[in-house]
């Protein structure tokens, strides 16, 4: 009984919930965007975050098919070939009118590329991903 009533390690409390400073420092690397770059950890949607670990190249299609305005169409070879999410940012932040900078988009990309892929289809307005997927 003593195991089920223990507090979760330190180690997973952490990463469930990063100290705001590290948080705020992740953010340095996606100037201008409105969501968290951390936004499935910090905003609670955990089905979409593990969906975004477990199928990244489903997410990042949808995420270059609605930056593409051709969200309708999203496809199998959409989620084999699909960009880079790198490219996916640069395309968000043209339509979007946030300030160039492919320096910290190149990092964020680099580090987390999951949170990006993530943070990508928000800032695209795909809030529910699962949601999304049952309807294709």
Excluded at 48 to 69: E, H, M, Q, W, Y
Aim: glycine share 8%; proline share 7%; with cysteine.
């Amino acid at each position: 009984s003593r195991l089920l009533h223990s507090p979760p390690p330190a180690r997973l409390f952490f990463f469930i919930h990063p100290p705001a400073k590290m948080a705020s420092a992740l953010n340095m690397l996606s100037p201008g965007f409105k969501n968290d770059l951390l936004g499935c950890l910090l905003g609670g949607d955990i089905p979409g975050c593990l969906f975004t670990c477990i199928c990244p190249s489903i997410v990042n299609a949808l995420g270059r098919t609605k930056a593409d305005d051709r969200f309708d169409q999203c496809g199998i070879c959409d989620c084999i070939c699909c960009g880079n999410p790198w490219q996916v940012r640069q395309v968000i932040r043209k339509k979007n009118g946030y300030a160039e900078d492919r320096v910290m988009d190149c990092l964020a990309s680099c580090l987390c590329q999951t949170c990006v892929i993530y943070q990508n289809a928000k800032e695209l307005g795909i809030d529910n991903v699962i949601h999304i997927m049952t309807r294709l």
